[in-house]
């Protein structure tokens, strides 16, 4: 039964790693990102969802979700659909890299969770019904923090090709096109994940009593993270720099907060 | 504090101490500072295995210490007078939320009049406006200045024309020497609202923490436990639904409350739900499935007390046995047989609603058992001249969580949530330009103050000031 969602997702994770490779290689020599890559992504994306499908056919739904492999190929789609967005405005931009080997990334650890099989509780993702939407919200805030970490990557490494603007009541400097794709992924993954957090709370105080399951508490720590990183940058508390970092941090609690979302 | 700081506020005495305590507390950068720290004690109380509810028990202390290799006792006792252990009780927790409240308020105090008059900018004239955006307020401000060759009525034309464009709304009042524009301006009011939230978040805490009381309690049918005073709960039925006898899925827990002699409240709750009474939350956290075992001599029909070997209580007639995963929990001793009953469950052959046992008798001291044989439930076993009868029934398990505190801080950070997707949905831009006469061209001069990303801001004023994207624009 988990035999195709392992065969599948490996080789959507693969295909999404060799669509990085030929991008950084091109990206490399200086050349535009060849229209392999694009295609590899789509095959990626074809593979991952036909082995979901596979899985949840076989477990039956809803069951097939309460598995933290479900809700990480999730995470690893939606990140995808992502990089689309992005490909669709500037193909070769070494953002769509990016944001592709994080996709892999989180395919990958899909795969890996689900050759563990670990037992978790289907009522904790799923139940009441409501909790569908809980889940459905947070994976896209998670996936939008992926994105604007993946994005905010390519800065942090290569600094030089951007240069913004900082302080209050600087003079404005050169500006590229391209920051509004950051900004547009910080923003989903603020809303997104605030109001994950406010369905996930409202349901623990209203419904289990219980506060301290690791679910809530990671996803806790990523909106906290996401608060401090977007806020904290919009309000000139923070330069982009840190802001950055702590996305990255949001990142890794967010994937933490997935694994967790049946638990 | 730097030395000349240090100077001036010894200087300064009192009222320097309270200038720099509120200049160091105004910083925006502390919010950030104080999210981080809770994102820290977090994900400690994840990493760190804390201590379980009523560690003073001597009971619960010590089953939570075998969990842990013997060569660690000494370290975790060293770690435990610095809370480490109780992050959730303690200082680490408890200072954080402190700080940010005095934080929050002060911001409050400090960003809430510039965020009201951001949000009814309109009443003013716009030089004024340029002069308050300049000043410390909520986000951040962009300046720019720039040279047109068109005349000044021309220019300003222009500028208010892009800015419409462009999604702003725009004011001009003093004729073409001035404009002010907006997006969102009500959104300021969210970064005021985000700071009260936080404030209310952390005060709720806090009092949650030391005046509201957390009550784990385990009722079994026909039993009770005290709630809080005087107030008793009493648990009369346990119904449950579902395939899986020892996971029900649903099920309902009718409940007294026993207020004073001969008076009583009934109460019904489903399972997994919560209501308020009489200013405690109670909820239905689960039920506990247990096995109900009793002893029966065969000849006189009296009964035989029975003894939980586990927790050192009174022999009992009546013994009621959680079906945990912990063997050691289903042994029962029967002091006068010199005999230990341990009841396992299996489910029914194919049938998984229905439950059956195994019991098993031990004499004396031996490990293996002389007699094991399968039971259904509510029937009996006969071992020894004994008969023993065996039943599946379920414990509720409650919390109470006394005192509304909780309610406080629910509020504050639903208002934090709910002030962040606006903020994301709708990001406030105020802009204020002021025009004057160059030679035979115009000199525009413009401030942007908003709370987004300040690069994309510079980006929309430079378009916005160029003079030659103007035509770009203009078509």
Known sequence: ?263 | MSREEKDQVVAAGWTGLMDWLWRALTRPSVTVILLVWLVVILALSIIVPQFPRHVEDPLVRSRWLAGFPTSAWALIQQLQTLGVFNLSGSIWLRLPLALLLAHALLMLASWGPAAWRCARQMQQLPSEALVDAEATGPGRAVRAEESWPSALAITAGQIASRLEQTGFRVLSRSGASSCLAWQWRWSWLAVAGAYLGLALGALGLILTSWLGEAIDLTLEPHGNAQLAGPVNLALDTVTVSGDDALHPGGGRLELRALTGVGESQSLGLALHDSRLWRGTWLTAVGVRPVVELAAEDAATGQRVPLQPSVTHTAARELLRLPLTDAPDMRLASVPARNLTVRVDYQAGQGQTDVPAFVVSFYQGKQSSPVQSQPVANGAEVAFDGTRYRVRLDYDAMLEAQVGLWWALAALGWGMVILCMVWLAAAPPVILACRLTAEGAGSRVTCLARGVCDVGLLSGQLLELLAPGAGAAVDR
């Open chain 1, 1 to 263: 039964m988990q035999g195709g969602f392992v065969a599948l997702g490996s080789l959507a994770a693969a295909a999404w790693l060799a669509a990085a490779v030929i991008s950084a290689l091109a990206h490399l020599r200086g050349q535009a990102a060849p229209r392999l890559t694009d295609t590899l992504a789509w095959l990626g994306m074809a593979l991952a969802a036909g082995g979901g499908a596979w899985w949840w056919t076989s477990a039956g739904w809803p069951d097939g979700l309460a598995i933290a492999a479900g809700p990480a190929a999730g995470l690893a789609l939606l990140t995808m659909a992502g990089r689309m967005v992005l490909a669709a405005r500037r193909p070769a931009s070494s953002r769509c890299l990016a944001v592709v080997a994080v996709a892999a990334g989180l395919q990958a650890l899909a795969v890996w969770e689900m050759t563990r099989g670990l037992p978790s509780d289907r009522e904790a993702v799923l139940l009441p019904g409501w909790m569908a939407l809980r889940t459905f919200t947070a994976l896209v805030g998670y996936a939008a923090v992926a994105v604007g970490a993946a994005v905010s990557g390519v800065h942090l490494i290569a600094p030089g090709r951007l240069s913004d603007t900082e302080g209050p009541g600087d003079r404005p400097a050169a500006f590229t096109t391209e920051s509004p794709i950051e900004d547009s992924a910080r923003r989903i993954a603020l809303a997104a994940v605030s109001l994950a957090v406010c369905l996930d709370l409202t349901r623990s105080w209203w419904g289990r009593g219980e506060l301290e399951r690791d679910g809530l508490a990671w996803m806790l720590i990523s909106w906290l993270l996401v608060v401090a990183s977007v806020g904290g940058f919009w309000l000139g508390a923070i330069k982009r720099r840190p802001a950055r970092l702590l996305l990255w941090l949001a990142l890794a609690a967010a994937v933490g907060a997935t694994l967790t979302l049946t638990s």
